[in-house]
Nanobody
Framework: QVQLVESGGGLVQTGGSLRLSCTAS???????VAWFQQAPGKERRCVAV????????YYTDSVKGRFTISRDNAKNTVYLQMNSLKPEDTAVYYC??????????????WGQGTQVTVSS
């Protein structure tokens, strides 16, 4: 069984930065890891995916050039560096593991979520 623990959320002003972390315990990552965001009243949507072995990445258009997903194999951790944050980035961010997909239904393992709030 894999457990994902997220950290790094918080309150930041427009234009600020945050770095989210997602660490797996139970076994190492072997497939893809993604970050999803879910704003109040909206569906959970994928913002970034990283393939654990090859390192290839995907970003949704709204975060390209501002967010960077990366991994640290030794620490079994995936990061989401978020720069130039906007109020519309406000959401709960979830880490998900064990697929290479933008679909939430593809992922077996989920973190507990971390709140990101961007004030205007």
């Amino acid at each position: 069984q894999v457990q994902l623990v997220e950290s790094g959320g918080g309150l930041v002003q427009t234009g600020g930065s945050l770095r989210l972390s997602c660490t797996a315990s139970g076994r190492t990552f072997s497939n893809g890891v993604a970050w999803f965001q879910q704003a109040p009243g909206k569906e959970r949507r994928c913002v970034a995916v990283i393939h654990w072995r090859g390192g290839s990445t995907y970003y949704t258009d709204s975060v390209k050039g501002r967010f960077t997903i990366s991994r640290d194999n030794a620490k079994n951790t995936v990061y989401l560096q978020m720069n130039s944050l906007k109020p519309e980035d406000t959401a709960v961010y979830y880490c998900a593991a064990d697929a290479n997909s933008v679909l939430a239904s593809s992922y077996r393992y989920w973190g507990q979520g971390t709140q990101v709030t961007v004030s205007s």
